[in-house]
């Protein structure tokens, strides 16, 4: 596009086609502010699917390619214009407010109104948008998920973007709510459990309060992760990083509290003391194995990774659930009420499990699970339960043996399994740091050979251009 001169509107096919009022609203952004966007924009919008939205004072008009928002006051306005990743600003002395009025009500349609009762439209307008979302072949590589072609949100957007897009209907919107969701849940059900047994914190409960500061852990980190991802490889690898962390930490939380309240006496005469220093280690190993084959394999990821991730975390949660495996087996289910639920938990986790390891259903219908049923969606809600019915059984069990944990463990071995946690999720948070150290240098290697290869490109063009002057 020449940046010297104006873009014809009458000329756009879109246009003739538009009615009056939107034709006569384009040509008012043109001749306004917006027009130096439009020019210095490469990509101007197109007008055929351009709607109106107007709350009070605050006007939103929606292109493919952009959005514009407008405040109508008293003869002054602002007008922001968000064109891909790029934003103009500006204020207008605007005498023909009316016209803007008008084309709000004009392009309304009943269609349109059960737009209008998207949650992200309702926000002020000075905050910015959740941009359009676009499909896989406009987002790097990383990004691209196996068999999800479209609902991509774009990258190097304004962080509140991303934290807006909580309320749009993106490929991620889902993995967001399903942990979101599960963190009131499991706390509604600690509250009621808490008040029904007459909860006090001391040596005895704290496992449990840990499992569930490590439950709440890793759906943060987790919803965190799929939130904020999109911003930039690095915010990527950052926010990955820390979901491993949160993963590794509720694998120990979990230990701790199948130790010291699920645990029969004769399978502790057999793992015994080796149990929790076993646990924090491969906690520690699955957070250091997810990291490491997220730094070390691109995309399409080979199967190598897959292993890096699954075996160290499949050894970490084989032992952690040991102590709830042995007691399955050896005691008959209705002796004991928490049985059922850790049997529960079991059968949740290894439907999460499947989930996670294979891209099913999405694998089957490429395309059509891009917003809705994906399976890590369905790995999200399987993990979700499996922690819901994994605090109702360790509740049942607590409310069976707190009176004996302290006799039988002692009140300093207790001590010392608590102080360990803390440990564990510092040596958790070390290793992403230093896994996103060693990614943050790749990356910066990586653009700085991309800005030499523009360079040289550029340059190679410009001898070129001055040869064939000289030839000229
Ligand atoms: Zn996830």
Redesign the pocket.
Known sequence: MDSSSPPDPAGDEGVQKMDGGINALYSFLVAKAPCRAFLVSQTPPTLPALRVYRFGEALTVLFPTGCLKGREGSGEQQVSVLIGSCRYENNLHCPRLSLLKGFSTLTLSVKQLSRLLRFSDLLPSSLPSPCPTVAASQVPALFREPYILSGYRPVQQDWRCYLLSLFQRHNETL?VWT?LLAAPALLLLWWANVGALGYTLDAASLPLALFMVSSLTYLCL?VA??LLQSHSERAHYYFFFL?YVGVAVYQYGCSLSHYFYSSEPAWRDSIGMMFLPGAAFFGWLSCAGCCFAKARYRRPYPLQRKICQLIPTSLAYALDISPIAHRLLTIPWSQETSLPFHALQIASFILSAFFFSCPVPERFFPGRCDFVGQG?QV??LFLSLCTVFQLEALFLDYARRRDAVRDVFGERQLWWACVSFPCLFMCCVLTALIAMRHMSKILQHVSHQTRLKSSTSLSLKANGSSYSTCGI
Do not use: E, G, K
């Open positions: 993995n942990h987790s992760a799929h979901d890590h790995f999200h």
